[in-house]
């Protein structure tokens, strides 16, 4: 059973509904287990946690084969995560990896990679790469599971300070978006691309990789925000304020044409409003 296109983690409530409706026309009780595990990661979601394991230990009394077992102890870990249980919830993760890699359940083994990254160190999370990789190599379908880890750990090596392996990582991403097809995604691994050149001073590389992203996202692009957003901060970097105070104006217009605003999103607007000469310098 897929359950890629029934997600959408901006809309739960519908998420929830489509699950639902599987559970009760599925016949099989592998796909009745994984429709359940689903229901109970939204559970997690919405942090009703009681209902999350209630629908866990549905799912187990159906009697789960190897995979589905995997599939179970990976959303116990998500529901753990969720509670605030992380010694459990990584407990938990390592549990699901080994247990999917077992069953030949490569895909929930990549799930539980994925999670795995996430706030360990990144000596640690350059090694679950590794791992994932490994998965991968032999079964290309699923190497869209890297896109995420090495978003992940492209943000851990960012944040550590260690930009150029963080743009590497992000680079693997644009790549590998880019051999999938995957457009929206590829345009979001640009934006990384482009921030971290801006970080380590190489400022004409990101004009450049800006400008590519403005040509292949066309005057109506959602994401044209963002990337007008790194421009005015690639022109204060440079010393060019009028050209700022204009790129900020315009990712504000388009931010604020999304629906977003300073009261859903104070500190990005605060910071566009220093970037167009309208606050302090501050941030």
Avoid at 156 to 165: A, I, P, Q, Y
Avoid at 245 to 270: K, L
């Amino acid at each position: 059973m897929k359950i890629d296109p029934l997600w959408d983690f901006d809309d739960l409530a519908a998420t929830k509904a489509r699950f639902e409706a599987a559970f009760a026309a599925a016949t099989a009780p592998e796909d009745q287990i994984i429709c359940l595990s689903q229901l109970a990661r939204i559970a997690g979601l919405d942090q009703d946690f009681t209902l999350g394991e209630s629908l866990l230990g549905q799912a187990r009394a159906i009697g789960p084969s190897p995979a589905t077992n995997a599939r179970i102890t990976l959303e116990a870990a998500r529901l753990a995560q969720a509670e605030g249980r992380a010694a459990m919830a990584a407990t938990l993760y390592h549990q699901a990896a080994t247990q999917a890699r077992a069953a030949a359940a490569l895909n929930v083994a990549l799930e539980a990679l994925n999670e795995q990254t996430k706030g360990v160190p990144t000596a640690v999370a350059l090694a679950i790469v590794d791992q994932a990789e490994n998965l991968t190599r032999n079964t290309p379908a699923l190497r869209h599971y890297l896109g995420p880890l090495y978003q992940q750990t492209g943000w851990s090596l960012f944040e550590e300070g260690d930009l150029n392996s963080a743009l590497t990582m992000f680079q693997r991403d644009h790549a590998l978006r880019r051999s999938l097809g995957q457009a929206a995604e590829r345009h979001t691994a640009g934006l990384h691309i482009a921030r971290t050149l801006r970080m380590l001073g190489r400022f004409a590389e990101t004009s450049d990789q800006l400008q590519n992203l403005v040509v292949e996202l066309g005057p109506h692009g959602r994401g044209l925000g963002e990337v007008f957003e790194e421009r005015a901060e690639l022109a204060y970097a440079t010393d060019k304020p009028d050209e700022a105070r204009q790129y900020a104006q315009d990712a504000r217009a388009r931010f604020e044409a999304r629906g977003m605003s300073a009261d859903t999103h104070p500190s990005r607007f605060m910071r566009l409003a220093m970037l167009a000469g309208e606050a302090p310098d501050a941030i």
